[in-house]
């Protein structure tokens, strides 16, 4: 083993969906600056390739194009997530359609990228990093946002947990092909506009061990582990990035 160089991500050619978001902008540059090439499919327009992840036929070739731009693709960070639209986000008054939609905005955005990224990792390996959340492991505190305009929602949660189980079949699954599957789970990383509330701020400070939140660059450490040679014999886990909040 080349120890110098284990986190090293140079030739490998890495797929991130949702890279265009707050969290996803800060990962493609931090893997782009360990050496891979990186594509990113998301639906804004700042994309490598734009694609909306709510079509199978899109996504489909998407992925191809991917693999095309480098022959091959080594890695994938299933960063995309979607709600949808909805004002009536609480247990008592979801509606089916915004319940279902949650559902596949998580956990079916994972599972289709996942299923149509196989054939082009099983030749020769790879690594698959999905995301998941505080809120895959536990409920949210309703009294963090009380009084607040924020919320998180049940098909929020149930989603990201399901999203660690599809991990670890996944990583089961695929081993046979050399492929790794794991998940990250990230603690609170409100985006700036949210940050700006200080009270709701406070109380997500005031739940972690470390007594602040998280940036987008505390994330980055741990995808350019997962996706390098360093994790070579880690597969089906799930990494809590939380400051430790899920730990006491
Ligand atoms: N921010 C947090 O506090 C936090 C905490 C835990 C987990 N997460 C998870 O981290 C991931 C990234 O979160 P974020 O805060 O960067 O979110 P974000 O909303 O800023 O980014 C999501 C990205 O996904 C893209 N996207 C959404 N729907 C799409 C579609 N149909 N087709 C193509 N692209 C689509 C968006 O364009 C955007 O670039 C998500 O999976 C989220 O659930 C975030």
């Known amino acids: 083993m080349d120890y110098k160089n284990m986190f090293s ?14 969290l996803g ?21 700042s994309a490598t390739i734009r694609c909306n992840l709510d079509s199978t036929e899109e996504l489909k070739l998407a992925i191809k194009k991917a693999a095309i731009a480098k022959g091959k693709i080594d890695g994938l ?15 008592e008054n979801m509606d089916d359609e ?25 030749e020769h390996g790879g690594s698959i990093v999905n995301i998941g959340s505080l809120y895959a492991v536990g409920a949210p505190d309703p009294r963090t946002y ?12 149930a989603g990201k947990a399901a999203t660690v189980e599809l991990t670890k079949f ?18 609170s990383f409100p985006h700036e506009d949210v940050q700006k509330n200080t009270l709701f701020k406070k109380r997500l400070e005031s739940k972690t061990m470390m007594g602040r939140i998280g940036y987008p660059e505390d994330l980055v450490g741990v995808m350019v ?24």
């Open 25 to 45: 902008r800060e990962i493609v540059n931090g893997v782009r600056a360990m050496g891979a090439s990186v594509q990113v499919i998301d639906y804004a327009e």
């Open 225 to 248: 582990f997962l996706l390098s040679e360093a994790s070579n014999y880690i597969t089906g886990v799930n990494i809590m990035v939380d400051g430790g909040q899920t730990a006491w």
């Open 77 to 91: 960070i299933t960063m995309a997530a979607n709600l949808g639209a909805g004002v009536l986000n609480d247990i």
């Open 98 to 122: 915004y319940w279902g939609k949650g559902l596949d905005g998580t956990i079916g955005y994972s599972f289709r990228t996942i299923r149509e990224i196989i054939p082009y990792m099983k």
């Open 170 to 187: 996944c990583a089961a699954y695929l081993a046979k092909y050399g492929i790794r599957v794991n998940c990250v789970s990230p603690g």
């Open 9 to 22: 991500l140079k030739d490998k050619n890495i797929v991130i969906t949702g890279g265009c978001g707050y």
């Open 146 to 157: 009380y009084d607040t305009p924020f919320s998180s929602t049940p098909n929020y949660g």
